[in-house]
């Protein structure tokens, strides 16, 4: 049982990338999935949440109008789509699953301890 998050890379401001989160071992339906990152010194954070059947959805103001995340469970993924990137977006970008299936646990913590897996995080780098 593993996820896994890809795609990360460097850009310039204003760039874009599309973060990818897999599953093996077991189906991402049922699952609330959520994207977190961290950077240097920082504690780990919210970015962004989408509900086991795709209808509710969860942005951090911080990426609000910038961020889209999407699933397409016949492919067991969830992508982050990230479009004019700051250098304040730098990070290692995690995603995580939540059996509870609800953005809710976002948008109320988020307590990372309710996610029930982890992917081992992707780098991103913004330069100015």
């Known amino acids: 049982v593993q996820l896994q998050a890809s795609g990360g890379g460097t850009v310039q401001a204003g760039g874009s990338l599309r973060l990818s989160c897999t599953a093996s071992g077991f189906s991402l339906d049922y699952y609330a999935i959520g994207w977190f990152r961290q950077a240097p010194g920082k504690e780990r954070e919210g970015v962004s949440c989408?509900?086991?059947?795709?209808?509710?959805?969860f942005y951090a103001d911080s990426v609000k109008g910038r961020f889209t995340i999407s699933r397409d469970n016949a492919k067991n993924m969830v992508y982050l789509q990230m479009n004019s990137l700051k250098p304040e977006d730098t990070a290692v970008y995690y995603c995580?699953?939540?059996?509870?299936?609800?953005?809710?646990?976002?948008?109320?913590?988020?307590?990372?301890?309710?996610?029930?897996?982890w992917g081992q995080g992707t780098q991103v780098t913004v330069s100015s």
């Open positions: 995580a699953a939540d059996a509870s299936g609800s953005v809710a646990t976002m948008e109320i913590g988020p307590d990372l301890s309710l996610y029930d897996y």
């Open positions: 989408i509900g086991a059947y795709g209808g509710s959805t």
